[in-house]
Nanobody, 128 residues
Framework: QVQVAESGGGLVQAGGSLTLACVVS????????IAWFRQTPGKEREFVAAIRRAGTGGRTYYADSVKGRFTISRDAAKSTAYLQMNSLKPEDTAVYYC???????????????????WGQGTQVTVSS
């Protein structure tokens, strides 16, 4: 059984940084497609970043709104994926979710419905 658990959210001032962690059990992060999505009340879940499984090259992908500020990575030894968030803005405020899958095609990497396993989410609040 695959389990996903996020941590690291909190309150930070605009311009600050946070690192979110996503611990995955039941499968290896190296051979998983892992993504971060975020959601605010009344809105659909929004793609933030993804890292492809190593068997397909391990490439990273980002939403335009976070490119250059956020970095997704993984540590296979710790079975953990990370989202390093720098230069945070108030509009980055949301619940952040980690999603895991292993069979996605490239065109599905940004689609929330394509991921099979999700964490419970962690709140990130950026004050102005």
């Amino acid at each position: 059984q695959v389990q996903v658990a996020e941590s690291g959210g909190g309150l930070v001032q605009a311009g600050g940084s946070l690192t979110l962690a996503c611990v995955v059990s039941g499968r290896t992060v190296r051979e998983s497609d892992i993504a971060w999505f975020r959601q605010t009340p009344g809105k659909e879940r929004e793609f933030v970043a993804a890292i492809r499984r190593a068997g397909t090259g391990g490439r990273t992908y980002y939403a335009d709104s976070v490119k250059g500020r956020f970095t997704i990575s993984r540590d296979a030894a710790k079975s953990t994926a990370y989202l390093q968030m720098n230069s945070l803005k108030p509009e980055d405020t949301a619940v952040y979710y980690c999603a895991v899958d292993s069979t996605l095609i490239l065109s599905s990497i940004r689609t929330a419905e394509q991921y099979d396993y999700w964490g419970q989410g962690t709140q990130v609040t950026v004050s102005s």
